[in-house]
């Protein structure tokens, strides 16, 4: 049973504090993606990554980098949050091939002040 | 760029009747992957159904299936039977079939079942 564990539900952090959120996946899964989700605009694509060491820009990757130093961890870094970056973050992991599902984790909701 | 438009941000239906969603995308691609996931409240989005583009037979899943018009760019989704824990936002999603592993989401379509 896949399972994707993100390292806190509920964070509250002040502006221009340094974010991590932390994922890991157990099913050896190959890529790795991060989201923010917002009303309205549904879920967009911040960074993702196909490979250990490996990163792609998504939609949205302004004020945030990533890093993932092992195969099943992938982290997301907010270097300043601002308030804009208030929001429900998503993590999701899939394996290499069009119809294999995506499996997602539980959310972190993070809360800039 | 792929976009993913989902029209209707609210629905909401009576118990045991038969709602659909609908889904419409852009895309130059002649092969793709269509999906439909599902998000109950505060709980993990969950994958619901999903579709090849060059495979033309629309899937079925129980009480889930599709309504696919490749021409049309369209891909809905119909829930027979409603039950109250079909009460979520469905979000539409759409993939490239080669390159990266990149999902694109519509904008999600929040159903509610009414008792």
């Known amino acids: 049973d896949v399972k994707v564990t993100q390292s806190s539900r509920y964070l509250v952090k002040r502006t221009g504090e340094k974010v991590f959120l932390e994922c890991v996946q157990d099913?050896?899964?190959?890529?790795m993606f991060w989201y923010r989700q917002d009303p309205g605009l549904g879920l967009r694509l911040i960074y993702f990554?196909?490979?250990?060491?490996?990163?792609e820009k998504g939609d949205i990757p302004e004020g945030y980098s990533v890093s993932r130093e092992k195969k099943e961890r992938f982290s997301l870094i907010l270097e300043s949050a601002s308030t804009n970056q208030t929001s429900m973050y998503l993590c999701?992991?899939?394996?290499?091939?069009?119809?294999?599902?995506?499996?997602f984790g539980p959310g972190t909701r993070l809360t800039v002040t | 760029a792929q976009t993913v438009t989902q029209s209707q941000p609210e629905m909401s239906v009576q118990e045991a009747e038969t709602v659909t969603l609908s889904c419409t995308y852009d895309?130059?691609?002649?092969?793709?992957?269509l999906f439909w996931y599902k998000q109950p409240p505060s709980r993990q989005m969950i994958l619901v159904i999903r579709?090849?583009?060059?495979?033309?037979q629309n899937v079925t899943e129980n009480r889930f299936s599709v309504n696919f018009q490749k021409a049309a760019k369209s891909f809905s989704l119909k829930i027979s039977d409603s039950q109250l824990g079909d009460t979520a936002m469905y979000f539409c999603?759409?993939?490239?079939?080669?390159?990266?592993?990149?999902?694109?989401f519509g904008t999600g379509t929040r159903l509610t079942i009414i008792p």
């Open positions: 999603a759409f993939m490239k079939n080669f390159g990266n592993e990149k999902l694109t």
């Open positions: 099913m050896d899964h190959e890529n």
């Open positions: 579709q090849e583009a060059y495979k033309q």
């Open positions: 999701a992991s899939r394996l290499t091939g069009g119809l294999y599902e995506q499996y």
């Open positions: 895309t130059s691609e002649s092969n793709y992957y």
């Open positions: 990554s196909y490979d250990v060491k490996m990163k």
